[in-house]
Each structure stands twice: as structure tokens, then as C-alpha cells.
């Protein structure tokens, strides 16, 4: 006989399921979510329940959400104001359509009349950043998700210091979470003395108007000095050699982007746009419409998180793809895209399309690794080629369509990045550089080895099953 206690938990437990349950089912999550979080609900008495409430809604916080609102009315000042001279017949044929989509997501509109280079090794990005700190004169935006001092990024510091003491208003935005160590350390005091200004951002709070969840981050990497030059990429603010070697896989490998042109006054908009959101300051967003440049090189910033738009960077991933007539090449470190993806990949391959993905051999998530695997044989299956990069943790995250569109930035082909982190991506318009951008990763391949169909078939039937397992709670990963 069970004791009432007993019984009232059961009952309660019920309650709380189907409870919970109807929430989740009205919310319309992806299938595979909704059914994910109902098994989890099922199978984990009241500790479901209690997941749930920390991570299964994108809820940012009463307090931010209403900053949000405010700013929004006040930041859609990036308009162009002709959009017909940009000659699309020049331009991937997606290339309308898809600028045209995130216009209408974000109202940032594709900006030409800038300049690009890669920078895909750790002394190239610190030298080049240092060089453009060191000549700043108004003022330097960092934004990162994770900054740990020692090694090279010591110059980076340095030369911070010695902006903020020759009066260069200079801004520090790092994740709470991702960069936790570093808001103990004597650096990070050292800025705060000299007057650089430093926010947590996405900062945790249990107080009712400010609870947010814990796992919604700002994931971006992006520098702005003087509206005269921006970075953006994979590189977070920290030197690869001192940086989880005891990970066990090798040191990351990344790859930003220095931009000069008139792209370079939008970069910083979204940085003080949620500057002003995370510290309730009214720093003065971009006032003027920008002019549709047509020359190259023409960019458009996708800023993407869980306070815009639904799926925006995913719709816009899925338009390029559907559209590609030749090939598709993708790299990233963290590979589980969800149905959609998967399929707008299989369907790419199967109509004659070479698509090309590039893994890190090893990656530091013990369950993204695996889940990444369940979706290897239904892709190799179709015809997509796998390669796995040799040479440490590949970092880098972008994709090229047909050698003449790319996307580049923070944005992971994984549902966390698609659906929760606040991300940032490029799309880049103009075909010699997303030509150029295509030979870096040609050069990443080279590293790697391809992943044989008929050899992943004959792995052990306990890794099938575990990847499977996996699989099932990817939407939760």
C-alpha cells in the first residue's frame, strides 16, 4: 500500500505533466522539441518540470524585455533608400530574395563599399586588432563570449589600458556566463580602474522582473574602433595555447573577419543596441539611412537571438541551400541542425549539388559529439561528403554557396545557436569574396580526412544506439 504522501506525489507529478505538457503543445516548437521536452517531463519526475521552467521557453527577463521594446521603435533607422540600385542580375540568383528576408527580419538592409580580409591565424587577429586599438581616437567596442587573459590576449589588454588612459571611451561587453573566470582576475580590475566600461551580459538573476534563462548567451565576437574598422568572426578573446589544453582536442582553430566601409557604422549600432539594452543607457544609435552602395563589396548584417524573429538565421541558412545549383560548403564545429536543415542538405545532394561538410575530429561536448554522428548516415547515404579536420578543434563557422555567397560569423550549425544564443552572421553578397572565403576552407579541407560511407556503416551497434539516444534529445542540447 503506498502512504498518502506517496500518493499525493504521484498525483502531483501527474498534475504537473499534463500541466506542462498542454503548455508545451499550444507553444507549436518544432516537433522534435516539443516531443523531446514531453519525454523529459515523463520520464523525470518533478526535476522535468523544474528543466523546463529554467530552459524550455526563450524567455530573456521582464526587465530587458521592455528595454527591448522601447529601443526597437528607436533603432529602425538603417534603411536604404534605393534599393534599385543594386543590380541583382550581378549577384547569386538567391541573392535578392535573401536580402530581401533578412530586410524584412531585421531592417538592416545589404550595404555596399567595403573591404574585407580573412584573418584565420590567432598571431594575425591580435596583431591586426592591437595595430587598429592602438590608433584609436573616439572610441573601441568589444563584445565576446568568452575572454581569458594570458598569452597574446595580454596585448589586447594592454593596449585597452592605454586607450582608456589617453580618453578613448572604451567598451567591454562579455558574456556572464562565458567569460565568469575572467571577472575575478587582476585584468579584469586593472580595465575597470582605468575606466574601461565593462558589462555582464545576459547576466542571471532570480529576482522576479529580471529572471532570464540561464543558457540564452550572447555568443557573438565582434570589435568596432572608431566607426573606421569592425571584426567579427569564431575568435573568441583568447590565445589558443592556453586555452582548455586539457580538452583533449588540440588547440581551436579560428577565423575573423576585419571589415572597413560603410558596414562598419552598422556593426556598431547592433553593438550599442544591446549595450543600451544590458546597461539602460541611450547611447546614440545610427541616425542616418544608408545608401544602397552597389559596389563591392556588399555585406548584410544578420544579427539573430532569441528577442528577434523565430528561425530568422535558419530561414535565410535554408533559402541559400535550396537555391544553390552547384555546391554547398560548410564548416563547423558543433553539427546538429535539426530536421530542416538536414533534409534542405540530403535534398542538395540527391538533385546533383556537391555538399561539402568539415567536423573537428574531436569537439569538447561529449553529447554534441555523438549526436552529431546519428545524423552522419542518412547524409552520407544522400551523398553529402563528410570530412573531419585533423588539426585541432576547427573553430570556424561558414558556409559558401556556389563560390559566389557565403554567410560567416558565430552562428554553429546547431539548434542552440539557432534557436537561443544571440549570434551575429555576415551574409556576404559579392562572389570574389565569398570566392576567397571558399579557398580558406578549401585549405581547412586539406587537413582533414574524408569520412567513408561503407566504414561509418560498419561501426559497432552499441555507437549506433548511443548516437541515437543522443539524437532523441538534440533539440535539447
Not at 547569386?92 to 580580409?117: C, D, F, K, M, W
Amino acid at each position: 500500500m503506498l502512504s498518502v504522501l506517496q500518493q499525493l506525489l504521484i498525483w502531483g507529478h501527474l498534475l504537473l505533466v499534463i500541466t506542462f505538457a498542454v503548455r508545451v503543445i499550444m507553444k507549436r516548437l518544432p516537433v522534435g522539441v516539443s516531443l523531446a521536452w514531453l519525454l523529459v517531463l515523463v520520464l523525470l519526475p518533478y526535476v522535468g518540470v523544474g528543466l523546463y521552467l529554467l530552459f524550455g521557453e526563450r524567455f530573456l527577463g521582464v526587465k530587458r524585455s521592455q528595454r527591448s521594446v522601447r529601443l526597437r521603435q528607436a533603432y529602425l533607422h538603417t534603411r536604404q533608400q534605393n534599393e534599385s540600385v543594386i543590380d541583382w542580375r550581378e549577384y547569386h540568383t538567391a541573392g535578392r530574395a535573401l536580402s530581401r528576408l533578412e530586410y524584412r527580419t531585421s531592417g538592416i538592409p545589404p550595404v555596399g563599399g567595403n573591404r574585407l580580409a580573412f584573418l584565420g591565424h590567432t598571431h594575425d587577429i591580435i596583431d591586426a586588432l592591437v595595430a587598429d586599438i592602438r590608433q584609436a581616437r573616439e572610441f573601441c567596442h568589444l563584445e565576446f563570449y568568452i575572454c581569458q587573459a594570458g598569452g597574446q590576449v595580454d596585448r589586447v589588454v594592454a593596449e585597452l589600458l592605454d586607450a582608456a588612459t589617453r580618453g578613448v571611451e572604451c567598451r567591454l561587453m562579455l558574456d556572464a556566463v562565458g567569460s565568469s573566470p575572467f571577472f575575478s582576475t587582476s585584468e579584469y580590475h586593472r580595465l575597470k580602474t582605468a575606466g574601461v566600461q565593462m558589462v555582464k551580459a545576459c547576466p542571471i538573476n532570480m529576482t522576479p522582473w529580471q529572471l532570464a534563462r540561464y543558457d540564452l548567451r550572447n555568443h557573438r565576437k565582434t570589435v568596432v574602433v572608431d566607426n573606421r574598422v569592425a571584426y567579427m568572426g569564431s575568435f573568441n578573446l583568447v590565445d589558443p595555447a592556453h586555452f582548455k589544453v586539457d580538452a583533449g582536442v588540440g588547440q581551436w582553430v579560428d577565423m575573423m573577419a576585419r571589415i572597413e566601409g560603410p558596414a562598419v557604422t552598422v556593426f556598431d549600432s547592433v553593438f550599442r543596441w544591446y549595450w543600451n539594452i544590458e546597461t539602460g543607457e541611450d547611447l546614440p544609435l545610427l541616425q542616418e539611412k544608408l545608401a544602397a552602395d552597389p559596389s563591392p563589396a556588399l555585406l548584410q548584417l544578420a544579427p539573430s537571438g532569441p528577442d528577434a524573429a523565430k528561425e530568422s538565421i535558419l530561414s535565410a541558412l535554408l533559402q541559400a541551400i535550396f537555391s544553390a545549383e552547384t555546391s554547398v560548403d560548410i564548416v563547423t564545429p558543433y553539427f546538429v541542425p535539426g530536421e530542416a536543415l538536414e533534409q534542405a542538405l540530403r535534398i542538395a545532394a540527391r538533385r546533383g549539388v556537391v555538399v561539402r561538410l568539415l567536423v573537428p575530429e574531436k569537439v569538447d561536448s561529449f553529447l554534441v559529439r555523438h549526436a552529431s554522428h546519428s545524423y552522419f548516415d542518412g547524409l552520407l547515404a544522400a551523398g553529402v561528403e563528410i570530412y573531419t579536420y585533423r588539426a585541432g578543434l576547427l573553430h570556424t563557422k561558414a558556409i559558401v554557396v556556389d563560390q559566389s555567397l557565403a554567410f560567416f560569423g558565430t552562428v554553429n550549425l546547431d539548434l542552440r545557436s539557432l534557436w537561443l544564443n544571440f549570434e551575429m552572421t555576415m551574409i556576404i553578397y559579392d562572389q570574389p569574396t565569398a570566392c576567397e572565403l571558399s579557398k580558406l576552407l578549401d585549405a581547412y579541407r586539406a587537413e582533414a580526412d574524408r569520412v567513408s560511407a561503407e566504414s561509418w556503416r560498419q561501426r559497432s551497434v552499441m555507437s549506433r544506439f548511443f548516437e541515437n539516444i543522443t539524437h532523441l534529445f538534440s533539440p535539447l542540447i
